[in-house]
């Protein structure tokens, strides 16, 4: 059974890049057909997909983060991360990383515990 | 951009059939999925392609999804039961959630 971990500075300044690991364990980032996400959701409000990496090195990211964002994979870490640039406190939220089980669709079965980031001078 | 709407909130008696919509442009073509999430905790896929329950998820839920609606559908609804349900579908290769719906169990 595949695990995630998110991790990460809890605190970000603004304009800064906000930067996050989901170490993955049970299972490898290199091996299998499986679409790795990031998602977020603000304090008190909705989740919001941000985007994934696909295990062909193929990316898809939400439009209205897009210009900020990059999702890239670690193999030799066993691990993926996010990059999410120039940060405002509308970025302030708890962000999951989660798989997919291709047995469920394209939905996501698989989800770290989260990890608060909050924007913030 | 692709919009998924739910009613912020639903009240449901112990024992009674919950129902909670979702609504977008022609998302009958679309599959639709359902996430419950409690509070502290990440979601969980409780209903994925409209109808279609994981392994581990009670009978008591089912979906259906036909024209511009999705309904998650929980029967003899519980205590336990009590959480947020989120919708979600793909639209031009992007995940869309719905605003979320609070379940409230009384």
């Known amino acids: 059974q595949v695990q995630l971990q998110e991790s990460g500075p809890g605190l970000v300044k603004p304009s800064e890049t906000l930067s996050l690991t989901c170490t993955v364990s049970?299972?490898?980032?290199?091996?299998?057909?499986?679409?790795w996400n990031w998602i977020r959701q603000p304090p008190g409000k909705g989740l919001e997909w941000i985007g994934y990496?696909?295990?062909?090195?193929?990316?898809n990211y939400n439009p209205s983060l897009k210009s900020r964002v990059t999702i890239s994979v670690d193999t030799s870490k066993n691990h993926f991360a996010l990059k999410l640039s120039s940060v405002t406190a509308a970025d302030t939220a708890v962000y999951y990383c989660?798989?997919?089980?291709?047995?469920?669709?394209?939905?996501?079965?698989?989800w770290g515990q989260g990890t608060l980031v909050t924007v913030s001078s | 951009s692709y919009e998924l709407t739910q009613p912020p909130s639903v009240s449901v008696s112990p024992g009674q059939t919950a129902s909670i919509t979702c609504s977008g442009h022609?998302?009958?073509?679309?599959?639709v999925f359902w996430y419950q999430q409690k509070p502290g905790q990440p979601p969980v896929l409780v209903i994925y392609?409209?109808?279609k329950r994981p392994s581990g998820i009670p009978e008591r839920f089912s979906g259906s999804n036909s024209g511009n609606t999705a309904i998650l559908t929980i029967s003899g609804t519980q205590a336990m039961d009590e959480a947020d349900y989120y919708c979600?579908?793909?639209?031009?290769?992007?995940?869309?959630f719905g605003g979320g719906t609070k379940l409230t169990v009384l």
């Open positions: 989660a798989r997919d089980d291709p047995g469920y669709g394209s939905s996501w079965s698989f």
């Open positions: 049970g299972g490898s980032v290199s091996s299998g057909s499986y679409y």
């Open positions: 990496f696909y295990s062909s090195g193929s990316t």
């Open positions: 022609k998302l009958g073509n679309k599959d």
């Open positions: 392609q409209d109808t």
């Open positions: 979600q579908a793909w639209d031009s290769f992007t995940a869309v």
